[in-house]
């Protein structure tokens, strides 16, 4: 049966949601390739993933194999996507599955708007790597990404808000929103309802991402006596150098009682490992960790975002109690970082997994292809 879809990831984790997905969907119909620019292909041995260098994935014969596909689903815009699509003849329909990093920075006009000040400072002290790792393909490609953004028919971003945010940026935005995004599996969602918070430490981002804004999170807290809480961070993925920065001032600050996350490890020993924490800190300007923040919620923390982040603007606007790090840490006050009470654990817990249960992602799989073959 000749393949209609071809499926472009730059990055592993997201394959097998989206393999999933689609095979319940639309059965034996796609390709997907990973695209290896960083040289790692570690945990890629299943048989359905394609990978291709970024040679391979450029050359003259993938070009040609790619125009023949009816639609071409590219899951995030790197420098190669867009080196790609400049190739490619106008008969496949392109679909851009926005992942947050290649289209925020047109949004902020740049990285620099999405840090705070403490992080700033601390990252322009390595010019070097802000500039080569984090502002690199991106940023400085921003004018191009904005021209090559036309040429999809569909763009789908994490928040759907960010949508209309993008339209307005980027005058003419041709490609038309379409509603689908990243979820946790129902799997997942079944083990989620069997943990629960079971201590009263402080929980602070997510990754190795200088967009946890983490040395700022650690001033709102580091003049305020903790008592017998500690401040836990999860750093299993991201940049080498970052996670060491905020370990070297995580230990300063709060000595015996940082506790960083380091190693990947299975989901069930991650959630049992910060259940033990009762508050959430998300510290990003824009969106960042949208299924930790949910899972968070999930376990019954009190999770504290700020009001520029558009998760937080859609989690209120679903009801969820949620609290704002711009009203509460500025005056250092342990007692506004108190946990839920019980019946507020017990709402959000209700609301979040019945949000769960509605977000049908074989439904929004089943008209985004209905709308492409039209």
Excluded at 69 to 89: D, P, W
Excluded at 209 to 237: E, M
Excluded at 238 to 263: L, Q, S
Aim: hydrophobic share 35%.
């Amino acid at each position: 049966m000749k393949k209609r879809y071809l499926h472009v990831f730059s990055d592993k984790k997201f394959i097998d949601y989206a393999y999933r997905i689609f095979e319940n969907v639309v059965p034996s119909m796609s390709i997907y390739n990973y695209i290896d620019f960083r040289g790692d292909t570690r945990n890629t041995d299943k048989e359905y993933i394609q990978i291709l260098s970024t040679k391979e994935f450029l050359s003259d014969e993938n070009i040609y194999l790619s125009n023949s596909y009816k639609a071409i689903f590219f899951h995030g815009f790197y420098k190669h996507t867009y080196k790609f699509i400049s190739r490619l003849s106008a008969e496949p329909v392109l679909i851009w599955i926005g992942m947050g990093f290649d289209y925020t920075p047109i949004i902020y006009s740049g990285w620099k708007k999405m840090l705070l000040s403490e992080t700033y400072k601390e990252m322009c002290k390595n010019h070097r790597f802000f500039i080569k790792e984090h502002l690199g393909p991106n940023y400085f490609n921003r004018k191009k990404i904005i021209r090559l953004s036309n040429r999809f028919s569909y763009f789908a971003p994490v928040i759907n808000s960010e949508y209309d945010m993008l339209k307005s940026i980027v005058s003419g935005f041709k490609p038309r929103f379409i509603d689908w995004n990243y979820g946790s599996s129902s799997r997942n969602y079944d083990v989620l309802k069997k943990y629960r918070i079971m201590g009263d430490d402080i929980l602070i981002g997510h990754s190795a991402s200088f967009l946890n804004n983490h040395l700022d999170a650690f001033k709102y807290l580091r003049d305020i006596d903790l008592g017998h809480r500690s401040v836990v961070c999860p750093l299993s993925y991201g940049n080498d150098w970052y996670k060491k920065r905020v370990i070297k001032y995580g230990k300063y600050f709060f000595g015996k009682k940082f506790n960083a996350i380091t190693e990947f490890m299975p989901y069930e020993n991650y959630l049992e490992k910060i259940s033990v924490c009762s508050i959430a800190i998300f510290n990003s300007i824009r969106h960042i960790g949208a299924g930790n923040i949910s899972m968070c919620i999930s376990l019954g923390m009190n999770v504290f975002l700020r009001e520029e982040n558009p998760i937080y603007q859609l989690q209120k606007s679903r009801g969820l109690v949620i609290s704002s790090i711009n009203n509460s840490f500025p005056e250092n006050d342990i007692y506004a970082i108190k946990p839920l009470n019980s019946d507020d654990i017990k709402y959000n817990r209700d609301k979040i997994f019945s949000i769960f249960n509605n977000a049908d992602p074989e439904l929004k799989t089943k008209n985004m292809i209905k709308l492409i073959m039209n």
